[in-house]
């Protein structure tokens, strides 16, 4: 979640910083500046669930909304997209698992591009993996540095932001995982770095099984 959410603020952030506008500073108290709001939310529609046999849902890891009203809801268990319209009626399928074109195997998040695409992210190798909305297949993104993966990513405002992460072996066998949050260009190259931690791991020495 904390990952998640720094990757949206970075994201509506960096066009910002690329253009080297000033960047607003936001106080965020403890207590509330406005006071405490209680929001009532009004169920639309819902599926899955004892009450819903027709459709099978196994991890949800991802929903997302289009400007034309549809609901993707990504599910790693399955590797599949639901595609639901406004009014919560299953449209079609996206994705699938499997090494073709539009198919993915390890997909944990899911974002829209800008040409209207949608892009499954692939936990391993890092990459992503588009279809139109329609599920025809429409490209790919690699890293070029290879061996390492992803968490999430999130497409805004014409910046791609990803949260990386890296296992570096060292010679004396401990290892550096190396986390990164960041921004790529469309041929999969590091725009920018935004935040960075490297942590050593000893893996015969550090745990206890």
């Known amino acids: 979640m904390t990952v ?4 949206l603020l970075l994201s509506a952030l960096a066009p910002l ?3 080297g506008a000033s960047v607003p500073i936001i106080t965020n108290p403890s207590s509330p500046a406005n006071g405490q ?3 009532q939310l009004d169920e639309m529609w819902r599926v899955g669930g004892i009450d819903d046999e027709d459709t099978v849902l196994g991890q949800v890891v991802r929903i997302v909304g289009d400007a034309s009203g549809n609901i993707y809801v990504l599910d790693a268990q399955l590797q599949q997209a639901f595609v639901y319209d406004e009014t919560g009626e299953l449209q079609h ?3 699938g698992p499997g ?3 539009g198919e993915v195997r390890r997909a944990c ?7 209207g695409s949608v892009a499954a992210v692939n936990r391993f190798p890092g990459g992503l993996v588009m279809v139109s909305p329609e599920g025809v297949p429409a490209g790919s993104l690699e890293l070029s540095v290879p061996g390492r993966g992803f968490s999430s990513a999130v497409y805004r405002g014409g910046n791609l932001v990803v949260a990386e992460t890296a296992n570096v072996p060292n010679d004396d066998g401990t290892h550096i995982v190396q986390s990164i949050l960041g921004s790529l260009q469309p041929d999969g190259e590091r725009n920018a770095i935004y935040l960075q931690s490297n942590r050593h791991v ?5 745990f206890v099984f």
């Open 37 to 39: 709001v209680t929001l």
């Open 109 to 115: 998040d899911l974002t829209l591009m800008s040409d």
């Open 202 to 206: 000893d893996y015969q020495n550090d």
């Open 93 to 95: 399928t996206l994705f």
């Open 99 to 101: 090494e073709g074109p």
């Open 4 to 7: 998640s959410f720094l990757v």
């Open 17 to 19: 910083l690329a253009a």
